[in-house]
């Protein structure tokens, strides 16, 4: 039986929405082996001075869990 854990995490860009998301697909794969599907649950955004300069993306991520033999 497989079994897949799954973590919360916000990804940040200055870009857009579809940059976060990739941000933090990115920086958690540098920790993380087996990522096999990302779920976006919320968008949200920083606003200064009537500008967005930061669009966040929070996302769950799921990845196998390694099981010893």
Do not use: C, H, P
């Not at 096999?36 to 968008?43: A, F, I, S, Y």
């Amino acid at each position: 039986m497989a079994v897949a854990k799954i973590i919360e995490l916000v990804g940040s860009s200055s870009k857009g929405w579809e940059d976060a998301v990739k941000s933090a697909i990115r920086e958690s794969s540098q920790t993380l082996r087996g990522i096999t599907g990302v779920d976006v649950k919320d968008w949200t955004a920083r606003v200064k001075n009537g500008q967005i300069v930061e669009y966040r993306a929070n996302v769950k991520i799921a990845f196998g869990v390694e099981v010893e033999k």
